[in-house]
């Protein structure tokens, strides 16, 4: 289903439905359901992968005994912190790390913890990382253990016909399943069950939450992505509203009207969601706006602020890196005509438009193309075997997938993708974006008609728009953030 279409079908939602009511012991649970729909309908025709739940029984459990061994390990590195302390910022930092100075930097939370700390404001990390093969720029609490721990015994629990969540409960329910049924139209529609089993995870969550928040007791709570990890990270969200602490997400990607966690949400309680941030920290104006176009309306309990890309302007600051290194060697061996960095994305394949863009390109243009991090090494292959058939093409598929993206970009003249986030960071350094599908249409419709990106339809479009644009690099705009760290109570 059409990204735009999902949304409108969620605003039918809230204009019919009396979902801004919907609680379930004091949890606002239409945020929850709202993006379970949106990320279910957009990806109905992919393609996933089979998920371990469908497997045989012993196979779960054995992966469950696996994953706590592993776990357990994890406490025992010398990056992980023991006990909570009390610190005047908490941050819940996703797996997003990249190797800085032979560390794991976390992309998100470690700029903004490097900032604070000049301005002698502590912090508690929490991480959701599980795995670590090197030691963290910032030591952090391991979480994974206890949350799994949790996920476990809810799950006895649940078998044992304790789950207290029904959904039912609640006021319009029927008819609001009746719509659901008949906008999915399709034989397997969406088990409500699962977001009652979800919530009653939820719970537990919240309880473990609230107990590191009170031993922490902290000014402020930075999340990054607040709708991930399952139901994890709202459920930090809420215990943090419980407790009256001001809750923070940290931008990772992009933000525009078609993102159902961030855009076109109306009907909102006059006193806001419990389950969505209070602030969220922004890259740039464009994201903002599109956050407090409707977030205004609710008396500042949901609030956008321009913070921007601490992370991107980190990287762009160095001096130099190995990237940096190897591209000028390229630069010697090949002297490109165009640099044109190419981002391939999680179970979208490789469509014949982008193999038809790589054959059919003159060879004096040298081709950065680019693996999404969570890209299976099956879809890696099935990439590499494509582009190694291609005769005399000057590419690069190694170094520019293990380097940090903003490394990347102070060297690209264009930027073809099909729907990637890296359209909004490319932005940031003056490289234009070649566009090639339509959920890519509809993201960045904005960015087309303000002539920033481009729509490629055929091949004939990406060869144009190849040959005429003509980028002007730039480097990312610092912006001062005493301001930010006053409105959030941290100065």
Known sequence: MKVNNVLNHLNHIEATFPVKHWKLEGIDVWPIIRLKLYFYLTRLDLNLPEDISTGSVRKKYLLIIKNHIKYFFLLLNPSARKNAIQADALFLADPSYVELS??????????VIEEIAKKGISEFTLTLLKDLQKPL??????????????FDWAKIRQKLGLNSFKLSSLAGWDDFIAYILKIQDISQPLSLEIIESDLFVFKDLIRYYRKILKAVKPKCAFVVSYYDNGLNNMAYIYACKTMSIPTIDLQHGTINDLHAAYGRWTHLPSIGYNTLPDYFACWDKASADC???????????????????????????EKSS??????????????????????????????????????????????????????????KLVAINIISEIKDLNYNIDE????????????????VTLNSSVVQEAL???????????????YYKKEIESGIAYEARDLDDILKFLACINPQ???????????????????
Request: overall charge neutral; glycine content about 4%.
């Open 428 to 442: 940031q350094f003056g490289v234009p974006s070649i566009v090639c599908d339509q959920t890519g249409y509809e």
């Open 322 to 379: 190995a990237f940096k290194c190897y591209f000028k060697k390229m630069e010697l061996q090949y002297q490109p005509e165009k640099n044109i960095l190419l981002t391939l994305q999680v179970e979208c394949g490789f469509p014949n438009l982008l193999k038809e863009a790589l054959l059919f390109s003159p060879r004096s243009y040298f081709w950065w193309i680019r693996f999404h991090p969570m890209m299976t090494d099956a879809e």
């Open 291 to 317: 956050i407090n176009s409707w977030a205004s309306k609710y008396k500042g309990h949901h609030k956008a602020l321009v913070f921007g890309n601490r992370f991107m302007q980190v990287i762009a600051s």
């Open 473 to 491: 690099r730039q480097m990312p705009e610092y912006i001062p953030s005493n301001s930010f760290y006053k409105e959030i109570g941290l100065l």
């Open 137 to 150: 720029e910032t030591p952090a609490f391991f979480t994974a253990l206890s949350q799994e721990l949790i």
């Open 102 to 111: 032979n560390k794991l930097y976390q992309r998100f939370c470690d700029p």
């Open 400 to 415: 520019v997938s293990d380097a940090i993206l903003y490394s990347v970009l102070p060297h690209i003249d264009i930027h």
